[in-house]
């Protein structure tokens, strides 16, 4: 068994971050965002932790930079797999350093970190029903992981759950706001499974504006262009572009509902609880995670198609925005998740090798 500091100081934890964007980063970018909560959290709570990710990052964590800006926003960059192994190959060399490495690389780390596995966590932050992943974690099942959703477990072989840890936002990011909104909000990404165009129905046929503040990839310009742009000549939608965490409050306080009408199995929706830190009530559709994070009639309403939506909207007067904030502050803040991946590091320090299967909500 590995001797680690008492339980009454702080541990030795490396997070391990992607090269992608910046932690935190500049505007989308949920991954990053979710390890500088974590991190941010970590060092407030008196730990010593290690943030190995881009130079641009910004952290109050000691930052090991592993490249000079986020890959993405690069233009000299054609190959960010090599950057991401260099800085595996750094952690590597510095991992007794650590009293736990925590990563968030999806499965790139596994090959190199076997042998100290009972040393790491791996959060799984993506989809996992893709057919490639299954030979490759049956190989690795040893590796302790852990799951943002119960739901994101579904498609998996036996692998080494740890536990499902929501995902948790700082309770003072964004500004809860009480009175009854004036429009309907769609924020994120556009893209086929995100269904911006059953958004634009649902706003439409419920007689309120959209606003829709969301990025357009370069892998779903063509989407764009062929389906979602056609419906933005409509005087109730309004699309804002992408925004940044500054203007999240304002955009998201001020909506009447958050509209989430996914078509696909999301892991988590890091919007959804933002939404509820702003008091916004969430429409969303039950596919992946949703009917985890949304309690139908509290926070929201889980609606199954556009029909059952448009109901949801005019259902809104129903909803306590207070008491949307309350389920937030009770369930979805960075402290909790904090307070959840502790407990689970010092479960693996302590050289238990059962599950740390515990109630996520």
Request: proline letters at 7%; hydrophobic letters at 40%.
């Amino acid at each position: 068994m590995r001797t680690i500091k008492s339980s009454g100081s702080g541990l030795r934890i490396a997070q391990v971050a992607p090269l992608y964007e910046a932690v935190p980063p500049r505007l989308y970018g949920g991954t990053e965002r979710m390890v500088s909560y974590l991190t941010e959290e970590l060092v407030r709570q008196g730990h010593d932790v290690t943030l190995f990710a881009s130079a641009d990052s910004r952290t109050t964590a000691r930052l090991s930079p592993c490249c000079r800006q986020a890959t993405r926003l690069d233009s000299t960059v054609r190959d960010p797999i090599i950057h991401h192994l260099l800085m595996l190959e750094h952690v590597r060399q510095q991992r007794d350093a650590f009293d736990l490495i925590h990563f968030h690389t999806d499965y790139l780390h596994m090959p190199l970190f076997r042998d100290c596995a009972g040393r790491t966590v791996t959060t799984l932050h993506g989809r996992l029903d893709l057919p490639d992943l299954q030979p490759f974690y049956r190989e690795f099942d040893d590796i302790p992981l852990v799951s943002i959703s119960d739901h994101q477990r579904a498609p998996m072989p036996p692998v080494r759950w740890l536990r499902t840890v929501h995902h948790g936002i700082p309770a003072d990011l964004l500004r809860p706001r009480f009175a009854p909104g004036g429009y309907l909000a769609f924020l994120g990404r556009i893209a086929a499974e995100k269904q911006p165009d059953h958004a634009i129905e649902i706003a439409k046929r419920a007689g309120l504006p959209l606003k829709i503040a969301a990025k357009v990839d370069k892998a779903d310009n063509q989407y764009f262009r062929d389906t979602i742009e056609p419906l933005l000549d409509h005087l109730l939608v309004d699309f804002i572009g992408e925004i940044g965490e500054d203007q999240k409050s304002d955009f998201l306080g001020n909506a009447a509902a958050l509209l989430f009408p996914i078509d696909w199995p999301e892991p988590f929706g890091l919007v959804m609880i933002e939404a509820m830190a702003a008091g916004t009530p969430v429409i969303a559709y039950p596919r992946g995670s949703v009917p985890e994070v949304i309690e139908d009639g509290v926070t929201g309403f889980i609606a199954d198609g556009i029909d059952a939506a448009v109901d949801a909207v005019r259902r809104l007067g129903e909803i306590d925005r207070r008491g949307v904030r309350h389920r937030f502050e009770t369930r979805f803040t960075a402290a909790r998740m904090a307070t959840d991946y502790l407990t689970l590091y010092r479960h693996l320090l302590d050289g238990h090798d059962s599950l740390v299967e515990v109630d996520a909500a």
